[in-house]
T-cell receptor, first 114, second 112 residues
Framework: AAGVIQSPRHLIKEKRETATLKCYPIPRHDTVYWYQQGPGQDPQFLISFYEKMQSDKGSIPDRFSAQQFSDYHSELNMSSLELGDSALYFC?????????????FGSGTRLTVV | DAKTTQPTSMDCAEGRAANLPCNHSTISGNEYVYWYRQIHSQGPQYIIHGLKNNETNEMASLIITEDRKSSTLILPHATLRDTAVYYCIVRVVGSGNTPLVFGKGTRLSVIA
């Protein structure tokens, strides 16, 4: 079965650079969620999109932005990177059609800011 | 404020049942209880969810108390590969695609 695809798997950037993370949801899933997980931390919700519109917003810094495209894939854009942005970034997708059977998470992108 | 409370860590012998408790005393009538787990640095994995009835699937069983203020996830025969952080999450279903909010889960160590 198709899963949530995230790219790249690993990314190394320098401070003040920009980074773009991509997420391809499971086919026919209409909602995408982004999470950030710092070292030793629990996943923190950043932002979500439903049918290409922003749905919910969590603790996403102003330096970050995201969007969902017509093919439902999503991109998380991160600018002016800081050392503290080093983390695992997970994307998840779901389809709420009456009864929700949970999200499916991707394998994550490990971002290292040096 | 956290909506769920879980033990920080638990140990379980391989082959035995692992019983992971969760307290959600402020749960609302339209909130489901979800369980996810995260094996080291992998994406969280859905395990099971329920509203008020006990549920069972190929991975686990979920026991919800009658007053719905607590629940227990049961892994009937724990293996070393079940070592992970287990998250209990309450979430409203049916009012849009509300995000999962992870709290502090339970780190389960399955010991040979």
């Amino acid at each position: 079965a198709a899963g949530v695809i995230q790219s790249p798997r690993h990314l190394i950037k320098e401070k003040r650079e920009t980074a773009t993370l991509k997420c391809y949801p499971i086919p026919r899933h209409d909602t995408v969620y982004w999470y950030q997980q710092g070292p030793g931390q629990d996943p923190q919700f950043l932002i979500s999109f439903y049918e290409k519109m922003q749905s919910d917003k969590g603790s996403i810094p102003d330096r970050f932005s995201a969007q969902q495209f017509s093919d439902y894939h999503s991109e998380l854009n991160m600018s002016s990177l800081e050392l503290g942005d080093s983390a695992l970034y997970f994307c998840a997708s779901s389809s709420d059609r009456g009864h929700n059977y949970g999200y499916t998470f991707g394998s994550g992108t490990r971002l290292t800011v040096v | 404020d956290a909506k769920t409370t879980q033990p920080t860590s638990m140990d379980c012998a391989e082959g035995r049942a692992a019983n992971l408790p969760c307290n959600h005393s402020t749960i609302s009538g339209n909130e489901y209880v979800y369980w996810y787990r995260q094996i080291h640095s992998q994406g969280p994995q859905y395990i099971i969810h329920g509203l008020k009835n006990n549920e069972t699937n190929e991975m686990a069983s979920l026991i919800i108390t009658e007053d719905r203020k607590s629940s227990t996830l049961i892994l009937p025969h724990a293996t070393l590969r079940d070592t992970a952080v287990y998250y209990c999450i309450v979430r409203v279903v049916g009012s849009g695609n509300t995000p999962l909010v992870f709290g502090k889960g339970t780190r389960l160590s399955v010991i040979a």
